[in-house]
């Protein structure tokens, strides 16, 4: 799928930010999942079924393939790192349950329509502007079965580093070097309304919304999410 930003432009913002990802996991390899997600599996419904698939958008880790393996799922992923790829396949590569992983920007990977249980997109869905935002929700509708759902978190405008490098369209920034560990990543900060209008537009039900500040640093970094959970119609 080609997205609304012209091709080459998205290609020199995707190389970014895969710079900017390669660097991090260079340094931090996560081992444990995230509690938001946990709760969000947690409460899906899945004695009835058979044969789950579960998508991880933007792995890192590889945590949340683990996660999604313990919860049943037959687990997929797509990473820009191929590093990361190569992590995952050594660590779950010999589970029944390791499914497909693909490298590069998932909206470009083939993957198959109406497939997924459950797509997790963690981290990931900020890092490009508004626009291309909507682009990858709704691919990411049409990657789920109907009753499919999806968790997915965004960054609020009251993280410490909003606004801290050039402002490249509404409310997205390439950060400098004052965001320290965030500097030449894209981010893209976003309010409430704008998140319910992102979901609601793409197709989704939005289910719950929560928000999370956590300050770090000895209290001097805010950081701050909306944690969405969503589901495609039945």
Known sequence: ?????EQGKLTAINEKNKDFATKQLSK??????????????????????VNLEGLDIGFGSGQHLKLLMDFGYRASGVEFVPEACDRVRQFYGDSQLFGDIFIGDFRNTNLPANKFDVVICWGVVFLRSLEEMQTDLKYIFELLRPGGQLCVNFRTKENWFYGLGTQLDEDYFLLDERADVYAGCHYTFVDESVVRNLITKAGFELENIELYNWWKNNMKEKHSWLIVGCKRPN
């Open 28 to 49: 931090n390899i996560l081992r444990y999942p995230d509690e938001h997600i946990v709760r969000f599996l947690s409460k899906i419904k899945t004695e009835e079924k």
């Open 1 to 5: 799928m080609s997205g609304s930003l």
